[in-house]
């Protein structure tokens, strides 16, 4: 897809802001404050959308970007914020939960984001179970792999596998936005939910 038009088509701040027409669909990307997740969605759409952040754990919204006016990538707030207090958690799980009921419905795929570094934290750990009672296969993006050497990476993989082969997932792609690599798979996973 050649993306060429990208408009920040809705923000969702308030309980009862509505959500945009559907469409041909959303594709939404979730996941720790500070995966990269701003960062991949620049990467991906080719231009500077997303607000990449000095200051982690802020936002709170959905923003919905309309690519060439015809399907959404959809921000999700992130989680997982060190300093986040118990009211900023239970914000996020509000806003996410209204997200799942109320719109999952129009959601072709869901990204999971994990920074390819670590070990699985026990927030991505609670995200992909609860995804799991909803019945939602993510695609895992293991995010930032330029700063791993091919060693540790071929580790890493081994390491994912593993520990999210107990769960649903659909793929696992990892990915830097750095050096667009695995880019173009985030853009097949769309391509084809697009000509379903
Ligand atoms: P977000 O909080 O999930 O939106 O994460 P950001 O996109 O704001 O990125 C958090 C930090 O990680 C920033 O300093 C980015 O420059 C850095 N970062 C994001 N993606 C990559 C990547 O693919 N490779 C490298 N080396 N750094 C990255």
Redesign the pocket.
């Known amino acids: 897809i050649e993306v060429r038009s990208v408009e920040l088509a809705k923000v969702i701040a308030k309980p009862n802001d509505k959500f945009p027409e559907p469409l041909r669909g959303e594709f939404a990307f979730v996941?720790r404050?500070?995966?990269?997740?701003?960062?991949?969605l620049n990467a991906i759409i080719g231009k500077r959308v997303?607000f990449?952040?000095k200051n982690?754990g802020k936002t709170r919204t959905i923003n919905y970007y309309l690519i060439n006016s015809k399907f959404y990538l959809v921000d999700l707030p992130?989680y997982g914020y060190a300093r986040a207090s118990k009211k900023d958690r239970e914000e996020w799980r509000k806003v996410i939960e209204r997200y799942f009921s109320e719109r999952s419905w129009n959601m072709k795929a869901l990204f999971a984001l994990i920074d390819s570094r670590h070990e699985l934290m026990d927030s991505d750990a609670q995200l992909l179970e609860w995804l799991e009672v909803l019945g939602i296969s993510p695609v895992v993006v293991l995010?930032?792999i330029?700063?791993l050497s091919s060693s540790e990476l071929n580790k890493q993989l081994k390491y994912f596998e593993q520990v999210l082969s107990g769960y649903k997932i659909r793929q696992i792609i990892p990915?830097?936005?750095?050096k667009k690599e695995g880019l173009d798979k985030i853009w097949n996973v769309i391509i084809e939910e697009l000509s379903k």
């Open positions: 996941g404050s500070n995966v990269g997740k701003s960062s991949l997303a990449v952040s982690p992130g995010t930032k330029d700063k990915c830097s936005s750095v």
